[in-house]
Nanobody, 125 residues
Framework: QVQLVESGGGLVQDGGSLRLSCAAS????????MAWFRQAPGREREFVGAISWSGGTKYGYFMKGRFTISRDNAKNTVYLQMNSLKPEDTAVYYCAAQEDYFGLNYYNIGSWRYWGQGTQVTVSS
């Protein structure tokens, strides 16, 4: 069992930045791929980005360049640095974890076994 706790959400103005954190516990963190998804009101949960156990990253096509995912295995924590935020980035952001393996489809929400409770990000115009 893996427990995930997100933090760092809040209210920010258009063009601002936030850094989200996701602290993991319960298993060997370094073996896990980690991801961020988000869900805006009335919309489906969508892929933001992911980082493999070895540090390779993938992003939703409209995230790349503004968002950066990183991990600190010593702290069992994954981060999402978000810059140039826009009102359309307003959503609940969720952290997810899955033991990494060759062929894991990071983009598929069904690939991820463990989920955090989410943290709200609101970008005001």
């Amino acid at each position: 069992q893996v427990q995930l706790v997100e933090s760092g959400g809040g209210l920010v103005q258009d063009g601002g930045s936030l850094r989200l954190s996701c602290a993991a516990s319960g298993r060997t963190f370094s073996n896990y791929a980690m991801a961020w998804f988000r869900q805006a009101p009335g919309r489906e949960r969508e892929f933001v980005g992911a980082i493999s156990w070895s540090g390779g990253t993938k992003y939703g096509y409209f995230m790349k360049g503004r968002f950066t995912i990183s991990r600190d295995n010593a702290k069992n924590t994954v981060y999402l640095q978000m810059n140039s935020l826009k009102p359309e980035d307003t959503a609940v952001y969720y952290c997810a974890a899955q033991e990494d393996y060759f062929g894991l489809n990071y983009y598929n929400i069904g690939s991820w076994r463990y989920w955090g409770q989410g943290t709200q990000v609101t970008v005001s115009s």
